[in-house]
Structures are given as structure tokens and as C-alpha cells.
């Protein structure tokens, strides 16, 4: 394997584990600036060993191991060994082979260590949208970048946001524990935010050269199954899961059979997976009994179950879709919403009306430099025979968007309209 090769593989072992060393790592320091730094020091030490001494059989392990030592050789420094010599003993046997059998132990809390980090991240000491952007840096191993693209905001204001809810969470001294049971529905609406957004750049990523981050939509998916043993009659707990299943059932039909892009209406339908879709329409029904049919995630999950029911994409009910949209705007109000209500209206009652919408949403400040703005409006302006108005809007799409499958998707669209102009 050559260096390029191996480092490669690296980057690809640090996106997928990251978030598990880290919330590990945290777990043992009580500090997540200081699990970050140790994390850091783990990757590093990989960088150098593994071109010389070869990828371990369990990277993830061999990073968790490292990162542990040198854990516990901070805690040495900082603290008497008399003190801390219980958690050394209890978290790490100093004659493990970071290349072979490592300690069970070592692994068997790293969905609870997941689920706590995100609580702890979304600590109340923290504003709700420095909760959500630590979370999405820490845990979905999401750049400043990607983050902004989520708030619709700039990367230094989402940089200055995350350093702002480090330092707080270390000045308050907030240790790194699990909340109580009290604690936990007021933290709730925050954690299902950010599991769903780690969801979401796993299903769409907003930068790369990847159209998907499956490892994120596996990881959304898992955090917002564990909820149900924590908080079993929450209604968007079951929302969110249905939500993400319904979505995540159409990861296969996503992409062609060269890995190019496909949407959603020319997706072979037969490709979605079925068992996902079933358990998706469960999480919502369930979700429906403990009476939280209006909640956000819920009218979201609705959506997706009326795509989910469709054999065909002639069969979807557009018309029930846009009035979901429109009761989901009243409940959940932004430009986003608005937005995807206005192609809903574009399906059910023809391009104008939703054009008609979309127009009144361009000047919006949020929506200035929003590539889906004007991707939507180029669809709609082709499906008015507007063609030369449509290939600009989709060259606008092009240039704003972080994605580079989606932008050669764009550039595409923006040729075939041209074309038909003319």
C-alpha cells in the first residue's frame, strides 16, 4: 500500500470514528476541549506509525487505545497517581495490543458516550445555536463550513460560535455527564435538531466530492433509535426515527450505477429498501398514538411516508404533500420550508404557483446565497418553457454550491435547458 493510499485510508478511518474517540475520550477527562486535543494526538500518532508499522485489524481500536494512554498520561501529569489510580485500572490495561484483542471494555459504552456527548453539548448554559454547532463539530465531525451552510450563515460567525460554547462549558466547569431524567425533555427539541442535521449531511453532504455520507446517516440513525430506551413516550423521539428511516430508504436509488447523482422523481423506486420503509411508517404511527402528529418532525415524516407510498412517482399525492407543507409552515415557519412547499405547490397545481412563491422568497437576506433557491426556480422556469431563464439559475446553483456531484449536476442542467432554448 503506498503512502498516498494509506493516508487515505486514515482520513476515511478519522471521519468514520471520530466522534466515538472523542465522546470516549471525553468520558475519562471530564473536558471536551482537552478529549479533542487528545483525540488530535491520536490521529497524529497514526499518521506516523501506520505508514511504517501497518494498518491495524481495528483501527477504530487502535485510535481509542492511543488516545487513552495519553489520556491517562495527562491525568499522571496533572493529578497524584493515588488519586486516579482506580479509573486508570478500570479504563485501560497498559499490556493491550493496540493490533489485536483490545479490551472489550473499551467499546462498550461508545453509543451511550455518543448519546452523552450530544446532552452535554447541548448544555442550557449554551444559546440554542451554539448547542447545535458544537454538537454538529464535535459529533458530526462537520467543518466550519458545512455548519454554515446548515444556518444559513457565515463561516466566521459559526468559527466564533464554537469557540465560544468551548470556553463557556469550561468556564461553568460543566464536567462531561449524562442528565438526569428532569434534564432531559427541556435538552430534547436541541438533540433531535442536531441528530437530524448530522442525518441530513450524511444525506445530501454540503461539501466534498461525496453526493453522500452514508456513515453519517448510519450514525443520525442509531442516535435516534437509542432515544427510545431514554425517553419511550416522546412522540418527535418516534417522529425523527420515521423521519430518518423513511429518508434513509432511498440511500441505494440515490445514485446511478456509476455514482452520478439521481432525484428523487427518476429513482427506481424498486431499489428503496422496503424493511426501512416499514419501520418508518411503525415510528410514525407510534408517533401518531402518543398524540404528536403536528410536531415538526412529524409533518416532515409525513411527507416523507406519502413519497414512501408511492409505487410510482405519478402515484405521489402531491396535493396532500403541499397542504402538509403548508400546516408544517404554521408550526415550523422559514425560508427552507417555504421553499420546498413552493415545488410542492409546483407539482400539485402547476409551475407558476409555485414559482409565484419562490419569487417572493429571493430577496429574503437568508435565502441571498442559498443554492436550492435557485436550483427549484430553474426547475420551475424549464417546466414554463423559460429556458434560457432557468440554464442561468441553474449556473447560479452551480457556483454556490459546496458539493461537487451536485454541482456537475447543475452545470448538466444548466446545458440541457440552454440547449432546448434555443
Known amino acids: 500500500m503506498t503512502l498516498d493510499e494509506v493516508n487515505e485510508r486514515i482520513e476515511a478511518v478519522w471521519r468514520i470514528e471520530a466522534a466515538r474517540l472523542i465522546s470516549g475520550l471525553a468520558r475519562l477527562l471530564g473536558d471536551l476541549g482537552t478529549a479533542e486535543e487528545v483525540a488530535q494526538d491520536a490521529l497524529l500518532a497514526a499518521m506516523e506509525q501506520w505508514p511504517v508499522e501497518g494498518i491495524p485489524r481495528n483501527p477504530g481500536a487502535w485510535l481509542m487505545t492511543t488516545g487513552k494512554r495519553r489520556a491517562i498520561d495527562r491525568i499522571r501529569r496533572e493529578v497524584t497517581l493515588r488519586d486516579k489510580l482506580k479509573i486508570i485500572g478500570a479504563e485501560l490495561d497498559d499490556h493491550e495490543d493496540p493490533y489485536g484483542a483490545v479490551d472489550d471494555r473499551l467499546d462498550d459504552q461508545i453509543g451511550d458516550d455518543l448519546l452523552r456527548l450530544i446532552f452535554t453539548a447541548c448544555h442550557p448554559v449554551l444559546g440554542p445555536d451554539a448547542r447545535v454547532a458544537l454538537t454538529l463539530k464535535v459529533v458530526g465531525g462537520l467543518s466550519t463550513a458545512e455548519i454554515a451552510r446548515a444556518f444559513l450563515s457565515t463561516e466566521t460567525t459559526i468559527a466564533q460560535r464554537i469557540v465560544r460554547a468551548k470556553k463557556t462549558l469550561a468556564s461553568k466547569e460543566i464536567g462531561f455527564e449524562a442528565p438526569t431524567a428532569d434534564q432531559l425533555p427541556d435538552r430534547l427539541p436541541t438533540v433531535l435538531s442536531v441528530i437530524y442535521l448530522i442525518f441530513n449531511e450524511g444525506y445530501a453532504a454540503s461539501a466534498g466530492d461525496d453526493w453522500m455520507r452514508p456513515e453519517l446517516c448510519i450514525t443520525g440513525q442509531r442516535l435516534g433509535r437509542m432515544l427510545y430506551g431514554?425517553?419511550?413516550?416522546?412522540?418527535?423521539?418516534?417522529?425523527?426515527?420515521?423521519l430518518m428511516e423513511l429518508q434513509a430508504s432511498r440511500l441505494h436509488a440515490r445514485t446511478d450505477h456509476d455514482g452520478n447523482p439521481v432525484l428523487l422523481l427518476d429513482q427506481q423506486r424498486s431499489r428503496w429498501d422496503r424493511l426501512l420503509i416499514v419501520r418508518g411508517l411503525q415510528a410514525l404511527d407510534e408517533?401518531?398514538?402518543?398524540?404528536?402528529?403536528?410536531?415538526?418532525?412529524?409533518?416532515?415524516?409525513?411527507?416523507?411516508?406519502?413519497?414512501?407510498?408511492?409505487?410510482?412517482?405519478?402515484?405521489?399525492?402531491?396535493?396532500?404533500?403541499?397542504?402538509?407543507?403548508?400546516?408544517?409552515?404554521?408550526?415550523?415557519?422559514?425560508?427552507?420550508?417555504?421553499?420546498?412547499?413552493?415545488?410542492?405547490?409546483?407539482?400539485?397545481?402547476?409551475?407558476?404557483?409555485?414559482?409565484?412563491?419562490?419569487?417572493?422568497l429571493r430577496d429574503l437576506p437568508a435565502m441571498e446565497r442559498y443554492h436550492l433557491l435557485h436550483s427549484v426556480r430553474g426547475d420551475l422556469l424549464a417546466k414554463l418553457d423559460r429556458g434560457d431563464e432557468a440554464a442561468e439559475e441553474f449556473r447560479r446553483a452551480a457556483e454556490l454550491v459546496g458539493n461537487e456531484q451536485e454541482r456537475a449536476l447543475m452545470i448538466n442542467r444548466a446545458c440541457a435547458t440552454a440547449s432546448t432554448a434555443r
Not at 230 to 242: G, K, N, Q, R, Y
Open 230 to 242: 431514554l425517553l419511550p413516550t416522546e412522540p418527535e423521539v418516534f417522529a425523527l426515527t420515521s
Open 287 to 360: 408517533c401518531h398514538r402518543l398524540g404528536g402528529a403536528r410536531g415538526s418532525y412529524a409533518l416532515q415524516a409525513a411527507i416523507a411516508a406519502c413519497h414512501a407510498r408511492a409505487l410510482t412517482a405519478e402515484d405521489t399525492d402531491w396535493t396532500m404533500i403541499a397542504a402538509i407543507y403548508e400546516t408544517l409552515a404554521e408550526v415550523s415557519p422559514s425560508p427552507v420550508v417555504e421553499l420546498n412547499r413552493a415545488v410542492a405547490l409546483g407539482m400539485a397545481y402547476g409551475p407558476a404557483a409555485g414559482l409565484q412563491l419562490v419569487d417572493q
